[in-house]
């Protein structure tokens, strides 16, 4: 399928944000994707036009029941000018599996992944240059039928929008500090939790709202039935180095299978070290902390790469990592990451893409 081009007169397009003042999400490009479905036709004109409201009855059946999901990607412009995607085909296909599990109908892994490369180089003087900076590229599909029964909607809305970002955490990439959780839960296994839809961030809010009340960046949570294993960080997966073991949580059913998550394992497989993926309990990081033998701790993301963790509230204790300050691993994960992101590194494993 082509997709349609509408775009905007280079008069009529807006004027780039300062840099500096960038944040996280504030800023929307001069155009987006979009693309319908509906029940008999399937998905049908894909489209890029100026950025703007998109039309929805208050009947929407998103609105109601929840049947959105999302995914996260970013746009580098490198120390050479080129612009590199990073993994986007793997977003494509966490978006359908997400998909399968809302009951949204999948799209098209090549179309979609056209789709973000064609919105990228329509609005390629977005991409920010300044260090640390980049272009974060939302895909997203919510149910716009106009419908109050509770079953799959008939119609759906696949949009792309695009945002020059900056680092997620106003920390940037200093130590964060991170509250364990045993009151709330984010997901439990037969859930919702490995989907990235919408619904898992709403059930996320009251609890880092609480946690940033009392000084913390993230939430920690632990598993729903016994509250003991570790799942995931706010908006990250979570890393410890246990001695010299980089551990972290198994996919379980109800964790997020985090593209960075996936370049930590390889990257530091391929460094040689001893990396599991297991089943961790808060008792095992406290106890392990205790003894000195918790080396580090980072949360891996798109939005936040790399982010040290400084300390873990627990029970009302705090337990400091690695002096507060940010790890050698951490560091080196980062420094390769997006080294591999910005052109620096070569790419040895075929995750980037230029635009
Ligand atoms: C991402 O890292 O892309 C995420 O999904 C985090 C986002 C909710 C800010």
Same mark, same amino acid.
């Given at each position: 399928?082509?997709?349609?081009?509408?775009?905007?007169?280079?008069?009529?397009?807006?004027?780039? %944000?300062?840099?500096?003042?960038?944040?996280?999400?504030?800023?929307?490009?001069?155009?987006?994707?979009?693309?319908?479905? *509906?029940?008999?036709?399937?998905?049908?004109?894909?489209?890029?036009?100026?950025?703007?409201?998109?039309?929805?009855?208050?009947?929407?059946?998103?609105?109601?029941?929840?049947?959105?999901?999302?995914?996260?990607?970013?746009?580098?412009?490198?120390?050479?000018?080129?612009?590199?995607?990073?993994?986007?085909?793997?977003?494509?296909?966490?978006?359908?599996?997400?998909?399968?599990?809302?009951?949204?109908?999948?799209?098209?892994?090549?179309?979609?992944?056209?789709?973000?490369?064609?919105?990228?180089?329509?609005?390629?003087?977005?991409? %920010?240059?300044?260090?640390?900076?980049?272009?974060?590229? !939302?895909?997203?599909?919510?149910?716009?039928?106009?419908?109050?029964?509770?079953?799959?909607?008939?119609?759906?809305?696949?949009?792309?929008?695009?945002?020059?970002?900056?680092?997620?955490?106003?920390?940037?990439?200093?130590?964060?500090?991170?509250?364990?959780?045993?009151?709330?839960?984010?997901?439990?296994?037969?859930? $919702?939790?490995?989907?990235?839809?919408?619904?898992?961030?709403?059930?996320?809010?009251?609890?880092?709202?609480?946690?940033?009340?009392?000084?913390?960046?993230?939430?920690? /949570?632990?598993?729903?039935?016994?509250?003991?294993?570790?799942?995931?960080?706010?908006?990250?997966?979570?890393?410890?180095?246990?001695?010299?073991?980089?551990?972290?949580?198994?996919?379980?059913?109800?964790?997020?299978?985090?593209?960075? !998550?996936?370049?930590?394992?390889?990257?530091?497989?391929?460094?040689?070290?001893?990396?599991? *993926?297991?089943?961790?309990?808060?008792?095992?990081?406290?106890?392990?902390?205790?003894?000195?033998?918790?080396?580090?701790?980072?949360?891996?993301? $798109?939005?936040?790469?790399?982010?040290?963790?400084?300390?873990?509230?627990?029970?009302?204790?705090?337990?400091?990592?690695?002096?507060?300050?940010?790890? *050698?691993?951490? !560091?080196?994960?980062?420094?390769?990451?997006?080294?591999?992101?910005?052109?620096?590194?070569?790419?040895?494993?075929? /995750?980037?893409?230029?635009?």
């Amino acid at each position: 399928m082509e997709i349609a081009k509408q775009c905007l007169p280079d008069s009529n397009r807006k004027s780039l %944000p300062d840099e500096s003042q960038l944040g996280f999400g504030m800023h929307f490009t001069d155009h987006m994707f979009l693309m319908d479905y *509906e029940h008999g036709k399937g998905w049908h004109d894909p489209r890029i036009v100026p950025y703007g409201p998109v039309m929805l009855e208050p009947a929407a059946a998103c609105l109601h029941y929840a049947q959105a999901i999302f995914e996260g990607l970013k746009a580098y412009r490198g120390i050479d000018g080129k612009i590199r995607l990073f993994r986007a085909g793997d977003n494509v296909k966490r978006l359908n599996r997400s998909a399968v599990r809302m009951c949204i109908p999948k799209v098209d892994e090549d179309l979609a992944h056209r789709a973000i490369c064609e919105l990228v180089t329509v609005d390629k003087r977005w991409v %920010p240059s300044s260090n640390g900076t980049s272009l974060y590229i !939302r895909p997203f599909i919510f149910a716009n039928e106009p419908f109050l029964g509770v079953r799959p909607a008939k119609k759906y809305i696949f949009c792309i929008i695009a945002s020059p970002v900056a680092a997620y955490y106003k920390e940037g990439f200093s130590p964060v500090k991170i509250y364990v959780t045993d009151k709330y839960v984010r997901a439990a296994r037969g859930g $919702t939790g490995e989907a990235k839809a919408a619904a898992n961030y709403a059930a996320s809010l009251m609890a880092s709202e609480e946690a940033k009340a009392c000084g913390f960046t993230q939430v920690l /949570w632990l598993d729903a039935a016994e509250r003991r294993y570790i799942e995931e960080v706010g908006t990250m997966n979570i890393f410890f180095v246990f001695d010299d073991i980089l551990v972290t949580p198994a996919l379980s059913g109800s964790i997020l299978a985090g593209i960075t !998550r996936d370049s930590t394992i390889k990257l530091a497989s391929g460094w040689g070290m001893n990396v599991q *993926e297991r089943q961790v309990t808060i008792d095992e990081a406290i106890e392990l902390s205790q003894q000195g033998r918790l080396k580090e701790c980072f949360g891996t993301g $798109t939005a936040a790469v790399v982010s040290p963790v400084g300390s873990l509230h627990y029970k009302d204790k705090d337990y400091i990592i690695n002096g507060s300050k940010t790890g *050698e691993l951490a !560091r080196r994960l980062f420094d390769e990451l997006t080294g591999i992101q910005y052109g620096a590194c070569p790419d040895h494993h075929g /995750w980037i893409e230029t635009i």
